[in-house]
């Protein structure tokens, strides 16, 4: 080797280790082992979720916990009831927020926004009953049991009980909700959009004063997911983010 290789040979690494470096401080100390993703000390991905834990009740803060097929985590969410957080993880997670005595599930299949409203609340029931079993028992197996894992991992099918959820909802209620894209779509408490729908929903009496979806739309969707099984998991799409995302 010449000595105009060894120099170029000498910039090529100079560059490289350049690179890993603003990288690893772009992960917070992380290992990168990709271009477009950084691993934690504990090899799992670091995931990036944000979204509104919307009651009806305004609270000024509410615990949001974070449990995924591995890894888990909790914050706080602020004023405006949103809530944002980087965690070590492997998807999905099962996402809940207590506040003031209330209590609300939801679920998050990738990075980006997933909210947590009693409209995400029927979702999992409704989930839970496609799967032959209950919100509870759902969300109490999910860390070892594999097929849950899959199918709230599976945006066809968490997009699909989306759909569910308004058909149903408009149906019994009588109320046209504007933002059928409850799960993902970014909304701010108080304005037009998700929030108006919560209160639509409450006015017509699908949710209660306690901020929880009514017994009666419990029932609802748990007896629409019974005729709607999931005996297989549908082929896993190529989202890569919640934002955004359409409902169907």
Do not use: W
Request: hydrophobic share 40%; net charge negative; with cysteine.
């Amino acid at each position: 080797m010449n000595t105009h290789d060894v120099r170029f040979v000498r910039l090529v690494l100079a560059a490289l280790c350049g690179a890993s470096l603003a990288t690893l401080v772009a992960c917070g100390g992380n290992s990168c082992v990709s271009l477009d993703g950084c691993i934690s000390g504990n090899g799992m991905p670091n995931v990036a979720l944000s979204g509104t834990a919307a009651t009806g009740k305004a609270p000024a803060s509410a615990v949001v916990s974070f449990d995924c097929a591995s890894g888990s985590a909790s914050t706080l969410s602020d004023g405006g009831e949103r809530y944002s957080i980087t965690l070590s993880a492997t998807l999905p997670c099962i996402l809940t927020v207590n506040s003031g005595g209330t209590t609300l599930h939801s679920l998050a299949f990738a990075g980006g926004t997933f909210n947590t409203t009693p409209e995400t609340e029927l979702m999992l029931v409704y989930l839970a009953s496609q799967l032959g079993t209950s919100e509870a028992s759902l969300i109490a197996g999910f860390p070892s049991n594999l097929q849950f894992q899959q199918v709230l991992a599976n945006q066809n099918d968490v997009l699909a009980a989306q759909s569910a959820v308004v058909t149903n909802l408009q149906q019994r209620y009588a109320v046209t909700l504007t933002a059928p894209a409850f799960l993902t779509t970014q909304f701010i408490v108080g304005q037009a959009g998700v929030d108006s729908d919560l209160g639509a929903l409450a006015t017509a009496g699908a949710i209660g004063v306690d901020g929880m979806p009514d017994p009666v739309a419990v029932s609802l969707l748990s007896a629409a997911g019974l005729a709607h099984p999931l005996t297989t998991t549908s082929a896993p799409s190529s989202g890569t983010g919640g934002t955004g995302t359409p409902g169907r």
